[in-house]
Nanobody
Framework: QVQLVESGGGLVQAGDSLRLSCAAS????????MGWFRQAPGKEREFVAR????????SYADSVKGRFAASRDDAKNAAYLQMNSLKQEDTAVYYC?????????????????WGQGTQVTVSS
């Protein structure tokens, strides 16, 4: 199995950028499609982005499309989420997750391994 650790969160102002990282250990990340999710206080965990094993296919929630970009570097065993033009409504704990299956999914329960999350807070 794989262990995931997110980093790169913080407190930023609206309009700023952040780059989240997801470092993997225990198994090569190339075995997994990677997803990014977020959870705001009092809300359910929601899909943000997904990147395929090859990195050639990505998908995004409508709320972040055009502002966020998922990428991966299997040589570094890491995945990334570049977040630009951040808005207050992007405030949440962000999680990376690994999916062993080959079925494209935006549902959290379909992902097999999760990191501990990193807090992103966007102020006005």
């Amino acid at each position: 199995q794989v262990q995931l650790v997110e980093s790169g969160g913080g407190l930023v102002q609206a309009g700023d950028s952040l780059r989240l990282s997801c470092a993997a250990s225990g198994r090569t990340l190339s075995a997994y499609a990677m997803g990014w999710f977020r959870q705001a206080p009092g809300k359910e965990r929601e899909f943000v982005a997904r990147i395929s094993r090859s990195g050639g296919a990505t998908s995004y929630a409508d709320s972040v499309k055009g502002r966020f970009a998922a990428s991966r570097d299997d040589a570094k065993n890491a995945a990334y989420l570049q977040m630009n033009s951040l808005k207050q409504e992007d405030t949440a704990v962000y999680y990376c997750a690994a999916d062993e299956s080959y079925i494209i999914s935006r549902t959290p329960r379909n992902y097999d391994y999760w990191g501990q999350g990193t807090q992103v807070t966007v102020s006005s």
